[in-house]
């Protein structure tokens, strides 16, 4: 069997994280300047499979690996999809580009890679939606509550409106606009953020609930201002939703000095992404403006700046 190599990008949400764990729309779209990879290849002479991970110093062969490891669940899960209980004998190699704990899906995009290399070597045709399937089982083992956002928009690879327990619909994008993807450098673990968020919620369900809906009324008038042209309108929904998530205490002093200092350096406006906390923001910015802004951001402190453009779907 030849090796089989794999790549799952990362994403970024433009509105409505945290919502959508609570079945508000989100909408977000795949990074793909950051990525996750996975070779498997065949391991010969050996009767055990063997996984590598040297971003995280891993390297153990399968069996050895407890159940509650989500790169051998995100194995046996597509090992049990294909319906083979004793597979050959592989070698299963990971490597990321996707920081950590960041906002970036850095978990999803690893677990995606991995499935489609462990598919693609052993013959087994998986598409997008079983594949973002057997994501969400891993998912939900590391953030305990996942909206499927995040192992939905990176297995199909294309700007997504969300909403939890839905089939996703295609964000149609009528007009190309652009991002700055920059890194407070503070890593936030997204479960934790969540189990705040859903304590605050259990502590006051009508003020989150309000926060919520509040936030699926911005969605729902950015994913008009997408698809129908004119994105520079969507900067002050950022803006607004940034101010929402600040209310739901998921924000930090260090994310929101950077969203300031994007604002006055000239984006048109700006938001964390992702779970907060830490992580990551996105500002809207007018292109001709990213070497200035993204500059500010550094020296501000921003760990890493990422540009992307969100380009016109044609389907
Ligand atoms: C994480 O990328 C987005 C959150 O809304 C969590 C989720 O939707 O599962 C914070």
Known sequence: MPAFSAYAPGKSILFGEHAAVYARPALAIPVTQ????????????????LLSAPDIDLEEELDRLPD???LALAVRLTLNAAGIARPPAMHLRITSTIPRAAGL?????????????????????????????????VEKLQHGNPSGVDN????????????????????????????????????????????DVRSAWQQDPERFEALFDAI????????????????????????ENHALLQKMTV??????????????????????SGGGRGGN????????????????LIQAGAHRCLMTTVEVTHD
């Open 34 to 49: 950051v990525s996750a990879h996975a070779i498997a290849s065949p391991r010969i002479g050996a009767t055990q499979t």
């Open 105 to 137: 899906g850095s978990s999803a995009a690893v677990s995606i890679a991995l499935i489609r290399a462990v598919a693609g070597f052993l013959g087994l045709p998986l598409n997008a939606a079983r594949i973002s399937e057997l994501a969400y089982a």
């Open 251 to 272: 924000s930090s002093p260090e994310l929101d000095r950077l969203v300031s200092i994007a604002r006055q350096a000239g984006a048109l406006g700006a938001k964390l």
């Open 281 to 296: 923001l996105i500002a809207l910015i007018p292109a001709e403006r990213a070497a200035t802004i993204a500059s500010a």
């Open 68 to 70: 509650d490891s989500p």
């Open 152 to 195: 939905t928009v990176i297995a199909f690879a294309r700007p997504i409106y969300f909403i939890k327990g839905q089939p996703f619909q295609p964000l149609h994008v009528a007009e190309p606009f652009t991002l700055l993807i920059a890194d407070s450098g503070i890593q936030s673990s997204t479960a934790l953020v969540v189990g």
């Open 216 to 239: 699926a009324d911005l969605t729902h008038a950015a994913r008009q201002i997408i698809e129908q042209g004119n994105p520079d309108r969507l900067g002050p929904l950022m803006d």
